[in-house]
């Protein structure tokens, strides 16, 4: 009998965003607060000790005790890319408010809080129903749709939410709820939701609810850990074992073919083959994003498989893997991180990927156009040989600062340092690096490190949580509210309007109004 699988407590920032994942267990050095993590799924903070009891700041929500087996594992384990604020006591040793969020995700246009008393409110594009209320329209981009009118997600009767995920350009969310079971809905297009078809679910009548089918894992399976991203999903399952469903292209699903899975009967549960991951092996974060999937194993390694185009799989070639069953398990690399490096965490955007190392450094690879890689021009990394390893150079976020969680956007990186400052870089044609312009940062030289400015959050604030869309940031604030930056289009900042904020003078720090998710 395979012995059930233990993951490490750990804490978590959101989901791409795209998507962030951290993992805990320290090898070597030490990180300031070890404990914490990201994302995307996803950012985060540390166990803290308030008044006796531990609270964990983001990541994991370890709050509700009602939950089965497999939910709790999946609450001690949470999506890296996902951000998540454990309230059950505040300051002063009161109860906290049902309305208190305790974890943030945002996906392509849309953001989702789970709040403490389980429920999911989600604002932005309904257009592909990863809202989950039962009509197409778009929320947050007018007055008069957010807080108090703003619905709730219905995932059943008498149901509650213990962990929530969803992908930096994802259009659909998943949930694990408080008897076990996991339900998704959004867009399905390659058989995202894992339902054996590609009908969209949410977008209208008696879709959601009692209505919404759970996944079926397989016999005896339960997840415990999920990410998402615009074509496919993983979940780690309560032993530590991987499956994948959806897009299946370039063999992102891991399972040594090109054939999708999901989108037709027959091909979930227990005829949906696990990952082979490597004799022995288990994961402890997974992370999704376009057309590959990475995860951080028992041993605290990277692995990617999928699409390697820019070199984001980090091998020093642009080679896929995954498309053929000899180039997983014991064929399938760890990522070359540094001498005596591991990984704590990951983050993938469109065409890279992040980590954030056992000593809190920061390194990423893959494709550079925009600065995303944060080395100071525009060259890919991982493409080509002698560009892994210690030949791969750190991310510089200043003098004797390091990263505690990490997220992705399409092509911009943001991190939560160990003063409780973030910082962001790439991309930011929209202003989603919260600067007051659409400059880039990281693309050329001097712009990092101690010249790349702290993103203003307000009087006194700071983040406990970051989450990342395309072309979006959100931050879990100190306070417990959220703020968003960047592409607003579709009335994804959740502030009552359309317009991009960010990216010109006076919209940021305490003129960027909090997202109002209602009492």
């Known amino acids: ?27 070597g050095e030490t990180v300031p607060d070890p404990d914490a993590s990201l994302d995307g799924v996803d950012g985060a903070v540390a166990p803290e000790e308030r008044d006796g009891a531990s609270v964990v700041d983001a990541g994991v929500d370890a709050t509700r005790d009602s939950a089965s087996d497999a939910s709790d594992a999946g609450t001690h384990a949470s999506d890296a890319a996902d951000a998540a604020l454990d309230a059950t006591i505040d300051a002063d040793g009161g109860a906290l408010p049902p309305g208190t969020i305790t974890k943030l995700v945002v996906g392509a246009q849309n953001g989702c809080v789970l709040r403490l008393d389980g429920r999911v409110k989600c604002w932005g594009n309904g257009n592909f129903a990863g809202l989950g209320i039962a009509f197409p329209d778009n929320r947050g981009d007018a007055p008069n749709e957010m807080g108090a009118l703003l619905p709730f997600v219905d995932v059943g009767p008498n149901r509650s939410v213990v962990n929530l995920f969803s992908g930096s350009y994802a259009d659909h969310r998943c949930a694990i709820l408080d008897d076990g079971a996991l339900k ?6 390659s058989g995202d939701l894992g339902l054996g078809d590609t009908a969209t679910r949410g977008d209208g009548a008696n879709e959601m609810g009692a209505d919404l089918t759970a996944i079926a894992l397989g016999t005896n399976v339960k997840a415990a850990q999920v990410a998402t991203n615009n074509a496919h999903t993983c979940a780690i399952l309560t032993d530590g074992r991987l499956k994948c469903w959806g897009n299946n292209g370039d063999g992102q699903l891991g399972v040594g073919d090109t054939a999708a899975r999901g989108d037709a009967p027959g091909e979930m549960g227990d005829a949906l083959p696990f990952v082979d991951i490597g004799a022995g092996r288990t994961a402890k974060a997974v992370m999704v994003a376009n057309a590959r999937t990475c995860i951080i194993t028992d041993q605290d390694r990277v692995r990617c498989w999928g699409s390697g185009t820019n070199g984001q799989l980090g091998q020093g070639n642009t080679q896929g893997r995954g498309t053929l069953a000899n180039q997983m398990g014991a064929a399938l690399p760890d990522i070359d991180l540094g001498a005596g490096r591991t990984a704590k965490a990951i983050a993938g955007g469109l065409e890279h990927t992040c980590a954030i190392l056992d000593d809190g450094s920061v390194k990423c690879w893959g494709s550079n156009v925009y600065g995303q890689l944060g080395l100071g021009d525009t060259a890919n990394r991982g493409d080509g040989p002698n560009e892994m390893g210690d030949d791969l150079p750190k991310v510089s976020l200043g003098a004797g600062r390091t990263a505690k969680a990490i997220a992705s956007g399409a092509s911009h990186v943001c991190v ?9 870089w790439g991309q930011n044609n929209v202003g989603q690096l919260g600067q007051g312009d659409t400059a880039r ?10 010249n790349l400015p702290a993103i203003a959050l307000g009087a006194g604030r700071t983040a406990k949580a970051i989450a990342m869309g395309t072309s979006s940031s959100c931050a879990l604030l100190d306070d417990g509210k959220v703020k968003c930056w960047g592409l607003n289009s579709y009335g994804h900042l959740g502030i009552g309007d359309t317009a991009n904020r960010g990216d010109g003078n006076n919209e940021m720090g305490d003129n960027l109004p909090a997202v109002d998710t209602g009492p």
């Open 1 to 27: 009998m395979r012995r059930p699988f233990v993951f490490p407590l750990i804490a978590a920032s959101a989901s791409l965003g795209l998507t962030l994942v951290m993992c805990g267990g320290d090898a």
């Open 184 to 189: 998704c809905w959004g867009a399905n297009v």
């Open 416 to 424: 939560i340092l160990d003063d409780d400052t973030l910082k962001c």
């Open 441 to 450: 940062r990281g693309d050329g030289a001097g712009e990092m490190g101690d």
